[in-house]
């Protein structure tokens, strides 16, 4: 459907979780995430920082405050959308023996189609609705109405999923927080800097620590078998692994984008692209994109990707 596009859940999450020295949601203009619920559904819970869409009967009216043109996510939800397909539906005539077929378009549907003319941006359709992402992400639920910037300035990013509900990828203070931990059920860690913390004292099976600085003379390259082997491990394991190093942007970014083309057996500019997608201030050093690129080689047995292609 034209202007129209199709959320995951994962992606929403994603979305949310974006981060430069604050949270992106600070931005006025990042995301615009609209509920176009009831206003009973809506007041029971949403997804934090969501605007009801408010009805005069069949017309959506936008929220004023909001410049459609220039916000870079819009994105709309109902209850349980599913996709962008319209819903051809039996209506009886009462007055005669044939029946008539209507066209259905689920609420977040109906609103996108009207907001495509008002952005010259994608409009995102969560698939699955509310239900879809509250029951995979249930801390983002929310009965907060108004967030002041001071709140949005505090609020905490968690680590980004770059494997739904398997592999997330964050920074040590996430990595430091229980509540983060439990949320997203963390069994198993990589912690690819040279920090410290109270990671599974005692439990050595569920730490791989990787010792190496962020720095252009670091080498991470000895380490990539055995970091493969472990994800691998605890994915059979059924464990959900946060990688992470200090800051969540180059250390751990380079690991997770070894790690993807080795599980997937793709080239280099495949997996830094997908793992971009999913984080967006990723930023490995020189030294490490380097290290990649024979890492490729190893992978794929050839050099595919021109690094000088990449974008930062």
Request: proline share 4%.
């Amino acid at each position: 459907m034209d202007g129209l596009v199709l959320c995951e859940p994962t992606e929403l999450y994603n979305i949310l979780n974006q981060v430069t020295k604050l949270s992106r949601l600070t931005e006025p203009n990042y995301l615009c995430l609209l509920d176009v619920r009831t206003k009973r559904e809506y007041d029971e819970s949403h997804v934090i920082t969501a605007r009801r869409v408010k009805q005069e009967g069949k017309e959506y009216l936008t929220p004023e405050s909001v410049d459609l043109e220039c916000v870079k996510y819009c994105v709309v939800y109902d209850s349980n959308t599913s996709s962008l397909e319209i819903i051809l539906e039996d209506n009886d005539d009462e007055n005669s023996d044939n029946h008539n077929q209507g066209l259905v378009l689920g609420p977040a549907i109906e609103c996108g189609r009207v907001l495509t003319h008002l952005t010259r941006r994608p409009v995102y359709i969560l698939r699955g609705g509310y239900e879809l992402f509250s029951a995979m992400y249930h801390f983002f639920r929310t009965q907060k109405i108004i967030w002041m910037p001071q709140e949005l300035d505090a609020f905490q990013p968690y680590p980004v999923e770059i494997m739904p509900g398997r592999i997330y990828l964050g920074n040590f203070s996430q990595a430091c927080d229980p509540k983060i931990q439990k949320d997203l059920k963390i069994k198993a860690h990589v912690n690819v800097s040279t920090e410290i913390g109270p990671f599974f004292v005692g439990d050595s099976d569920k730490l791989l620590h990787i010792q190496v600085e962020d720095s252009l003379e670091a080498n991470i390259s000895p380490f990539l078998r055995h970091l493969c082997h472990f994800i691998d491990i605890h994915l059979e394991l059924d464990s959900v692994i946060l990688v992470f190093s200090k800051l969540g942007i180059s250390r751990s970014c380079a690991a997770i984008i070894a790690y993807l083309m080795h599980r997937h057996g793709q080239t280099l500019k495949r997996s830094w692209n997908y793992v971009k997608k999913c984080k967006g201030n990723m930023c490995p050093n020189r030294a490490f994109v380097n290290q990649l690129q024979l890492w490729e080689k190893i992978v794929l047995g050839d050099f595919v990707t021109d690094i000088s292609d990449l974008l930062y």
